[in-house]
């Protein structure tokens, strides 16, 4: 049996031009390739990017524990200790409202447990706030609207929280005879 060299050479060239191809991309074919490539790196250093973002989106980075003190500085003053919730977004006004609503509650927890012992000896145990430095700030934190939004949204919303979370902290204090 005898082969032609033009059939052999054609043979060889096609089986190498197969075993390139597999290996090897044809110049158009590596155009296609780099940019399926570009596009999968920018959709994976997107998803990275997303993927961090919810991270630090699910990691604590808000508030913070705060030691607001309450009371004038020549009369009964206590310093408490309280982590802002964390839809609260203006934590000056979320302070403001824990110093009222907790002046407040503590003097009228104090006037009635007063009432209800009768103990001149609660009395100066349980020392009431100065009512004079008790000030309510409703009317620079009342919402204000511009059309359809609210402007102030942070500071109402943080004092108003304040203000809940204050009341709720003298309760607790009172409970346990004394102030944080």
């Known amino acids: ?17 197969v075993a390139l191809a597999a290996c090897a991309p044809l110049p158009d074919q ?3 390739a780099d940019a399926a490539a570009a596009a999968s790196a920018a959709q994976a250093a997107q998803a990275a990017s997303a993927a961090a973002a ?3 989106a ?15 500085a020549n009369g009964y ?37 007063v009432r209800e012992n009768g ?25 204000q609207w511009d059309g359809k939004e609210r402007t102030n949204a942070c500071a109402s919303d943080g004092y108003l929280i304040g203000r809940i979370v204050g009341t709720h902290l003298a309760s607790v204090d009172m409970r346990n005879g004394k102030p944080s």
């Not at 103990?119 to 919402?143: C, N, R, T, V, W």
């Open 1 to 17: 049996m005898t082969y032609g060299t033009k059939g052999v050479s054609a043979a060889f060239a096609l089986a190498t031009a």
């Open 30 to 32: 590596q155009k296609s």
């Open 54 to 56: 919810a991270k630090a």
């Open 58 to 72: 699910a990691q604590p980075s808000g508030p913070t524990e705060q030691r607001i003190v309450i009371g004038a």
């Open 77 to 113: 003053r206590v310093t408490v200790k309280t982590t802002p919730p964390a839809q609260v977004c203006d934590n000056a006004a979320f302070a403001d409202g824990v110093r009222y609503g907790y002046a407040l509650t503590w003097n009228r927890l104090v006037g009635e447990a």
């Open 119 to 143: 103990a001149k000896a609660l009395k100066s145990k349980l020392g009431k706030f100065d009512p004079s430095a008790i000030h309510s700030q409703d009317e620079q934190y009342k919402i």
